[in-house]
């Protein structure tokens, strides 16, 4: 099943924020779609990006969708990574 992109909210609040700088991910299963709603402000600001990935492959999905660059930094218990910039 191919789930549709969850786009992050464009309300006043949230273009207000100055800066992202973490990206924090824990959607069961929805780590695809939730990457790929967040392009726009992955591409903005970059943010280091915390995620829990049962599957593993959260830098495959970041990688398909163009934001090579990404490198994992750490690995916690509960199949939980950190990502961060550095192209």
């Known amino acids: ?3 549709p992109p969850l786009k992050l ?8 924020i100055p800066d992202v700088t973490l990206l924090k991910v824990d959607v069961e299963g929805w780590q695809a779609s939730v990457l790929a709603g ?19 492959n959260a830098l495959e ?14 690995s916690y218990p509960g199949a939980n990574y950190l990502y961060e910039w550095a192209p």
């Open 1 to 3: 099943m191919t789930l």
């Open 61 to 74: 999905v970041l990688e398909g969708l163009g934001m090579v660059g990404y490198r994992l930094v750490k």
């Open 9 to 16: 909210p464009k309300h006043e609040a949230v273009a207000a």
């Open 38 to 56: 967040a392009v726009e402000t992955l591409t903005r600001w970059v943010p280091d990006i915390l995620i829990e990935d049962d599957h593993g």
